[in-house]
C-alpha cells in the first residue's frame, strides 16, 4: 500500500490518454491512472503475488485450483492501493502545488475536478475491499488497516506534522504481502510476518532517499521530512541502521535455498556498503539517487527471486 514511485512510472508515460467522455473533454484516461499512481499499484502487486504464491506453496494447495482467488486478490489490491493513492492525491492538492514534481499532477491543474478524485478514490477502495472479502475476510481487514493508515495516519497527520511520518507510513506499504498471504490462508503464517518486515525495513530508506533528493520541495511545501527537520547528516545515519537491520531479516528465509541466501546476502551487503559510504560521500544528492535506484532494484530482485526459487 505504498507510496513508492517506482521505474513502473515509466509505463505511464508511453500510453496514450484518450478522451474520458464527451461531457469532460478535458479529462484522460491518463489523468484518472495518474492520480491512481499506477506505478505505485504494479509495485505494490508484485510484492501481492509473492505473497499468495508463497502462501499457496505452504499451504500444499494446487496452484492452478488458486487462479480465481489469486485474480479476486490482486484486483482487490490494486482497487485499494489505487483508491488510495486517488485519496492522497485529493487530500494533498493543496501542497502538492508547491513541488516540482508533483505540479503537473490533474488535481494540481484542475484537468479532473476534485469531487470527482474523492469519490473515484472512495468507490475505488470499497470496491476493492469487497473484492479481497471474497477470497478472505482477514485480507479484507488488512486492506482497510493499509488504506487507513495511508489515508488518514500518513496523509492526514503525520506527512504534515512529524518526521515519523515515512517510519510509520511504511506500515502502508507492508501490507501487500500479508494480504495476498491472507487470501490464501488467513491465519497467517510467520513467512508472511517477515515479508511484511521485508517491506517495512525497506522502506524508510528508499523514502529517505527520494526525500533528501527533493529536499528543498518538501522545505518549501512545509513538509517535515527528516532531511528538512534533522539534516542530511542524521538522515543517513538513519538510512544506514535501516538497511542493516534489512540483511538479517532477509536471510531468515533460508528456507528458500542456497540461491535465494546468497542473492539475498550479496545485494543486502551492497546496498549497506552503498549506505554506509554515505558518510564520505561528497555530493550528498548524487548519493542518495544511487540509494534510491538500488532500492528499487532491490526490491524487485528480491520479490522475484522468492517466487522463482520456490517454483517446482
Known amino acids: 500500500?505504498?507510496?513508492?514511485?517506482?521505474?513502473?512510472?515509466?509505463?505511464?508515460?508511453?500510453?496514450?490518454?484518450?478522451?474520458?467522455?464527451?461531457?469532460?473533454?478535458?479529462?484522460?484516461?491518463?489523468?484518472?491512472?495518474t492520480i491512481a499512481k499506477l506505478g505505485i499499484v504494479m509495485s505494490n502487486l508484485i510484492t501481492t503475488f509473492a505473497g499468495f504464491f508463497l502462501a499457496v506453496k505452504y499451504t500444499n494447495l494446487n496452484f492452478t485450483e488458486?487462479?480465481?482467488?489469486?485474480?479476486?486478490?490482486?484486483?482487490?489490491?490494486?482497487?485499494?492501493?489505487?483508491?488510495?493513492?486517488?485519496?492522497?492525491?485529493?487530500?494533498d492538492r493543496d501542497i502538492d502545488q508547491l513541488m516540482e514534481r508533483t505540479l503537473e499532477r490533474p488535481t494540481v491543474t484542475g484537468r479532473i475536478n476534485a469531487n470527482q478524485v474523492l469519490w473515484v478514490g472512495i468507490v475505488t477502495s470499497?470496491?476493492?475491499?469487497?473484492?479481497?472479502?471474497?477470497?478472505?475476510?482477514?485480507?479484507?481487514?488488512?486492506?482497510?488497516?493499509?488504506?487507513?493508515?495511508?489515508?488518514?495516519?500518513?496523509?492526514?497527520?503525520?506527512?504534515?506534522?512529524?518526521?515519523?511520518?515515512?517510519?510509520?507510513?511504511?506500515?502502508?506499504?507492508?501490507?501487500?504481502?500479508?494480504?495476498?498471504?491472507?487470501?490464501?490462508?488467513?491465519?497467517?503464517?510467520?513467512?508472511?510476518?517477515i515479508l511484511f518486515l521485508i517491506m517495512f525495513l525497506w522502506q524508510p530508506p528508499h523514502f529517505l532517499a527520494l526525500a533528501m533528493k527533493r529536499c528543498e520541495e518538501y522545505r518549501n511545501a512545509g513538509i517535515p521530512m527528516l532531511p528538512v527537520v534533522s539534516g542530511f547528516e542524521m538522515t543517513k545515519r538513519q538510512m544506514i541502521w535501516y538497511t542493516a537491520a534489512l540483511l538479517p531479516v532477509s536471510l531468515y528465509l533460508y528456507d528458500f535455498g542456497t540461491v535465494y541466501v546468497i542473492l539475498t546476502a550479496l545485494l543486502g551487503t551492497g546496498w549497506l556498503v552503498l549506505a554506509i559510504s554515505g558518510l564520505r560521500a561528497k555530493d550528498d544528492i548524487k548519493w542518495a539517487r544511487m540509494m534510491f535506484v538500488y532500492s528499487l532494484n532491490y526490491l524487485t530482485i528480491m520479490f522475484v527471486a522468492m517466487i522463482l526459487v520456490n517454483i517446482k
Request: charged share 10%; glycine share 10%.
Open 126 to 193: 470499497a470496491v476493492g475491499t469487497l473484492l479481497l472479502a471474497l477470497t478472505t475476510l482477514t485480507a479484507a481487514v488488512l486492506g482497510l488497516i493499509g488504506l487507513f493508515v495511508y489515508v488518514v495516519v500518513y496523509t492526514m497527520w503525520l506527512k504534515r506534522t512529524h518526521s515519523i511520518n515515512t517510519v510509520v507510513g511504511g506500515i502502508s506499504g507492508a501490507v501487500p504481502p500479508l494480504i495476498g498471504w491472507a487470501a490464501v490462508d488467513a491465519n497467517l503464517h510467520p513467512i508472511a510476518w
Open 1 to 33: 500500500m505504498g507510496k513508492t514511485e517506482t521505474t513502473f512510472e515509466a509505463a505511464n508515460k508511453v500510453m496514450e490518454p484518450g478522451p474520458l467522455s464527451e461531457a469532460n473533454p478535458t479529462g484522460t484516461w491518463k489523468d484518472f491512472l
Open 66 to 91: 488458486q487462479l480465481v482467488p489469486m485474480v479476486l486478490c490482486l484486483l482487490g489490491a490494486a482497487l485499494v492501493i489505487a483508491g488510495g493513492c486517488c485519496l492522497n492525491n485529493y487530500i
